[in-house]
């Protein structure tokens, strides 16, 4: 069954152009030629938007954003220009440079989990990147590893690619400093993590460029937020065993349970998620932001 792409939710002014709608984001050409990048409440999990929206959502993640932006401004430019937005989606979008996007997903990992552990059950290596034996579910690795994937299109999966992978996409040179910067970034922002007594298992980033400018990469998207990165409590971290989470996991884990009712056949869109759900998920994503910020939200 394919899901239709929803229609946005809300009224911009006059002289602003719709030009994508993702699962969770909206991007739309300013009156200058800019984009406005709006982050929506809608929230997706395994390649479906759910019907139900959580409450603040989009805020925190573009708080979150705006804030990591500003901690790794030294390693890498990103694509914000302005906050200054129309008032409708004001805390929840940005004006942006418009960029061409590269056709990677830059995936950074200091811990085995998610689809890297599956990857890692079948063969002992993840993203052709050989581990050593004996790892479990959680591990910390020896050191960060860059595991790209493939950039789906709206409906589809991410799939775990190599490094060749990523040469033949964009070119060895481009390539070797998309590693760079994601390992850079990576490791900036688990130090700044664990000082606040979070794990950042992994993350993921999409880097893009200015026509006039093809060699300099510039970080773009959302970063580090709970939607595009898996933190876990330093103080309860066991390997071996599921770990607790910030991210949508607390959903992920709802829907596959028995009470959810879904066969996640993919013929059939996943039920409302209930009221207590969303509150939770609401709070685990503010409680990500604060921990993390020292701000409160």
Same mark, same amino acid.
Request: overall charge negative; aromatic content about 10%; hydrophobic content about 35%.
């Given at each position: ?119 890692? +059950? ?6 052709? !990147? #050989? ?5 479990? =579910?959680? &591990? $910390?690795?020896?050191? *960060? ?65 200015? +026509? ?6 510039? !970080? #773009? ?5 709970? =939607?595009? &990165? $898996?933190?876990?409590? *330093? ?63």
């Amino acid at each position: 069954m394919t899901q239709e792409v929803p229609e946005p939710e809300y009224q911009l002014p006059e002289g602003y152009k719709h030009l994508y709608t993702g699962k969770v984001r909206e991007l739309w050409e300013t009156p200058s030629g800019d984009v406005l990048f709006v982050a929506t409440d809608r929230i997706s999990a395994y390649d479906w938007i759910l019907p139900t929206r959580i409450p603040d959502k989009g805020k925190v993640l573009t708080q979150a954003s705006l804030w990591w932006f500003d901690q790794i401004a030294d390693i890498v430019p990103n694509h914000v220009i302005s906050t200054d937005v129309p008032a409708v989606v004001e805390g929840r979008a940005m004006i942006c440079k418009r960029l061409d996007m590269l056709p990677v997903e830059c995936v950074a990992r200091g811990y085995l989990t998610g689809s890297g552990w599956v990857d890692y +059950q079948r063969s002992g290596s993840v993203c052709d !990147i #050989a581990l050593p034996d004996g790892l479990q =579910d959680g &591990s $910390r690795l020896p050191e *960060a590893i860059f595991t790209p994937a493939t950039k789906a299109e709206f409906g589809d999966h991410d799939e775990n690619v190599g490094f060749d992978y990523v040469v033949e996409a964009v070119g060895s040179q481009a390539a070797e400093h998309l590693r760079q910067l994601t390992l850079d970034v990576y490791q900036r922002a688990e130090q700044i993590a664990r000082e606040r007594g979070l794990i950042l298992a992994d993350t993921k980033f999409e880097f893009g460029h200015e +026509q006039t400018a093809p060699e300099a990469l510039i !970080i #773009a998207d959302e970063v580090l937020t709970p =939607d595009s &990165s $898996r933190y876990w409590p *330093a103080d309860k971290w066991t390997p071996g065993q599921p770990q607790e989470s910030f991210d949508k996991q607390f959903v992920r884990n709802w829907l596959t349970s028995p009470v959810s009712g879904w066969d996640k056949s993919g013929t059939t869109p996943p039920p409302e998620l209930p009221d207590e759900v969303v509150e939770q998920t609401r709070a685990k994503y503010i409680e990500t932001y604060e921990r993390l910020t020292g701000k409160q939200f």
